[in-house]
């Protein structure tokens, strides 16, 4: 019985892990209030400047990022890579972005085309 945990244990370790999503380390949900409005109640307002950050993705009106990796932490910067899609369009594209967190409650992303989305302040 012993020599058969012993071969389901070496069995399990040479699996393969299957990589979960990247998770942000920030405390809370982030955004504007019509991205605030999103985060209470699961629901659109319909506005069009909607901006929603969480631990596991970033989020506007027409497009939506994943973190797939977080890169580094230098000071109040998060580099992270991004699997985006927009609305309307097919497949993921990845990006590079910082999260920069200005004050005690507040984020910007940075991407590195030169697009910037926020600030976004914590969402109460």
Known sequence: MRAAHIV???FLSAVPMVAGAASL???GKYGNKPGCHYAKTEESSGEDDFLLLTPEDVRTAVAYCSFKS???KTGDTITATLSCADEGEAGDKDFIADIIRSGSDSYTVKFR???T???MTRCR
């Open 8 to 10: 389901i244990a070496s």
């Open 117 to 119: 989305w926020g600030p």
């Open 113 to 115: 085309d030169g697009s």
């Open 70 to 72: 977080i890169d580094r």
């Open 25 to 27: 380390p920030i405390d």
